[in-house]
Nanobody, 127 residues
Framework: QVQLVESGGGLVQRGNSLLLSCTAS????????IGWFRQAPGKEREGVSC????????EYADSVRGRFTFSRDNAKNTVYLQINDAKLEDTGVYYC????????????????????WGKGTLVTVSS
């Protein structure tokens, strides 16, 4: 069973940076497609970043492209989401998710989610 634990959330001032981490236990994240999602208060969940394991494709939502960066450290079984130039609208609970196999399409995962989820970490951007 995949267990995902996010960390690194907290209070960040607008324009500053934050690094979120997601560590897995029970499985190797190197075998999984990975997604980062967020849910702002009162809003639906939004897919913000996706990584396809088979070919290294990384995609971002338009709202974060150029400011968020996905990375991973297989030795630590951890993936990261670097948030730069934080905006007020980045506030929300951030979740990492993982799924093996198909369809291996970011547009699908970002829209419909993945099979395995962490419990999330709260990011609050202040002015």
């Amino acid at each position: 069973q995949v267990q995902l634990v996010e960390s690194g959330g907290g209070l960040v001032q607008r324009g500053n940076s934050l690094l979120l981490s997601c560590t897995a236990s029970g499985v190797s994240l190197a075998d999984y497609n990975i997604g980062w999602f967020r849910q702002a208060p009162g809003k639906e969940r939004e897919g913000v970043s996706c990584f396809i394991n088979s070919d290294g494709t990384t995609e971002y939502a338009d709202s974060v492209r150029g400011r968020f960066t996905f990375s991973r450290d297989n030795a630590k079984n951890t993936v990261y989401l670097q948030i730069n130039d934080a905006k007020l609208e980045d506030t929300g609970v951030y979740y990492c998710a993982a799924e093996r196999g198909y369809p291996q399409k970011c547009d699908f995962y970002l829209s419909f989610g993945m099979n395995n989820w962490g419990k999330g970490t709260l990011v609050t951007v202040s002015s």
